[in-house]
């Protein structure tokens, strides 16, 4: 079989595409240039003419997958903009929705042989941290988010203005799901990944242009910019890049994830449990961060409920030490550690 993966060259997309790959399907993935399909075609040069890709310059316009669904028998939609950057929250969250209902809408119309579409969602739009300590689950939505968006506009916090995103997009998929799904061919499965690490394999050309999730990974951690209250009293849920990856293959396989929300964790984190793991990895020529930290003290601002995922999807998660010696390998092979 052929799976379509939407937003192919993004640090958590070329790990699906290889794990597809590897599991012998073939693959489509969109890019938005030449350049970058060129760039996925070399590393999965090793595969033929299993591995192709297509255009899709602007997922937020109208019909934008209409070609790119046709033929494939399932899809794993993980485009979306994951940045720090926007002015206006609309920056993020017209192609996060737009460019999701918009996936739907085409597989639904031209999508003839699909059988199932897989979202890559996100943590993020089941909770914000919060000073009181909970556990939260797949019934949860991230109210606070968009509240804090609608609230201050142009003013909400970068990382609010995402969350607000990815929250406002899954919302739509499952209004438009619930709208259609008795007309359907196929089902659909969200995952929602927290905190993702984990080594790249995508084109990353400096620093700078490190996806997210490893920007932030690489200043805190490999450069201690975090102020020391900071890394002991904030933190999220954490989970490898691998094992997302593996998620979004058993999320498309197995028959009874058709129609459920995912949590895809390994477990909560302060910033200086990643620090630890880094100095337990690589030595003491790693920042020490906070030195009167106490792990068994820790209070965990949230904490994701895995029984879903144990249930449905059963990954068997790599540790922090396993995460934290690849990350820090693929830093050195650049030159950036
Ligand atoms: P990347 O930034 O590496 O990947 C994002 C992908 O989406 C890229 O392929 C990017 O294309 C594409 N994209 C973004 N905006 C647009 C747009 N307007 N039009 C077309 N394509 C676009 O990030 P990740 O791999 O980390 O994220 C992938 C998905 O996983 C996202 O949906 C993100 O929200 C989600 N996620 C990420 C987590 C993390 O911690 N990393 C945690 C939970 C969920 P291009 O390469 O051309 O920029």
Known sequence: GKILVTGASGYIAVWVVKALLDRGFAVRGTVRSDVKGAQLQEIFNEYGDRFEFVIVADIAKEGAFDEA???VDA???TASPFSMNAVE??????????????LLASARQFGTNVKRVVLTSSGTAIASPTADPRTVNESDWNETAVREVREKDREASPI??????KTLAERAAWEWYDAHKTKLRWDMVVLNPT???GPWMHPV????????SLSVYYAVVLKGRMSHEMLVNTGTSWVDVRDVAEAHVLAL???EAGGERIVVTSGPFKWQDLILAARRVEGDGMPMGNTSYDPSKAIHCVCYSTEREERILG???RTLDETTRDSLRAFHSKGWL
């Open 89 to 102: 929250p609309d920056e993020l969250i017209v192609p996060a929705v737009n460019g999701t209902t918009g």
């Open 69 to 71: 669904v046709k033929d």
């Open 253 to 255: 396989l197995k028959p």
């Open 195 to 197: 905190f993702v690490i």
């Open 315 to 317: 990954i068997k998660h």
């Open 75 to 77: 899809i794993a939609h």
């Open 205 to 212: 050309d400096k620093v700078e242009n490190l996806n997210e």
């Open 160 to 165: 609010e203005k995402y969350r607000a995103s």
